[in-house]
């Protein structure tokens, strides 16, 4: 029964591309609004796609259903992207170490 299940979510070729456009979309638009470097776009597109992935993969280990749009779950995943884009602003935006000598 578990295998029925797996094989009705099977990501197809354009829901991979799908998802890749709203991955990409969303890491464009937090570059658009935060502004900064063309290595920050880099950065923010890495980190929206990793973000989409491990919120795609969380969601369906622990079954949770928002957004269904064929196999891709958008709520979860739109929440992972979100949650990357955020962990690199702070990441990219912190302020370098000093020594106190």
Do not use: C
Not at 13 to 30: D, H, K, M, Q
Not at 59 to 70: A, E, I, K, V
Request: no cysteine; charged share 10%; aromatic share 12%.
């Amino acid at each position: 029964m578990r295998q029925q299940t797996l094989d009705a979510k099977l990501m197809t070729i354009p829901s991979l591309l799908f998802a890749l456009l709203i991955a990409l979309g969303l890491g464009a638009l937090y570059h658009f609004i935060r502004g900064g470097e063309a290595l920050h776009l880099v950065a923010y597109l890495l980190m929206s796609v990793l973000g989409f992935a491990a919120g795609h993969f969380i969601g369906w280990w622990r079954g949770w259903t928002l957004f269904q749009f064929g196999p891709l779950n958008l709520g979860p995943e739109i929440v992972g992207a979100l949650v990357f884009l955020a962990l690199s602003d702070w990441l990219i935006h912190l302020p370098p170490r000093t020594t106190d000598s």
